[in-house]
């Protein structure tokens, strides 16, 4: 998942992409209304978790205008405990969930994962397609039962490949799933990626689709 954390407090901005990348999350960082505007115009993310109080207004402001805009992307606000109206007026224009500071880092990340998959319209939390099973939660892969050993980045490739088996996945669009602001991205990256899961999974499993992309083969 590539995730928007919009929190003007630099050292739990910071902590909150420490600990959401272990989990296995891209994360980018903004700390204003202004700022939050700009990213969401320019980048597409699976989730955002977004702070109430930012130094240039309110972030139920930044809510209202996504879905004013028709954004659909999945919203956890950052509330204090005793913010009862703020979350409920908060879940009213569009937020999908909240989390009271403090917080557990676990159960963000957990509650992150669900309005996710929510909005990737999935129920299930664990991922299947042709003989694989990925346990997002854990970071934690099987093929055929048999444990995978697999990079944060070759997981996510693989994530992003089985989220909607048969779908062609572009180079771009998998470099915006890998990769945050500011992390140089080589050229050949993504086929190495793909390279290093086909020695793993086996090859017939991942699609080359010529000047389109890849896409996880679906049984017949």
Partial sequence: MR??????????????????????????????????????????FDAVVLDLMLPDGSGLDVLRGMRQRGDRTPVLLLTALDEIADRIKGLDLGADDYCGKPFDLDELAARVRAVGRRGAGRAAPSLWAAGIALEPSTLSATLDGHPLTLSRREFAVLALLMEHPGAIRSKGEIEDRLYGWGEEVESNTVEVHVHHLRAKVGREKIETVRGLGYRMRVAP
């Fill in 3 to 44: 995730i928007l954390i919009i929190e003007d407090d630099q050292i739990l901005a910071e902590g909150l992409k420490v600990g959401l990348g272990l989990a296995g999350m891209t994360v980018d960082l903004v700390g204003s209304c202004a700022q939050a505007g700009e990213a969401l115009a320019t980048t597409t």
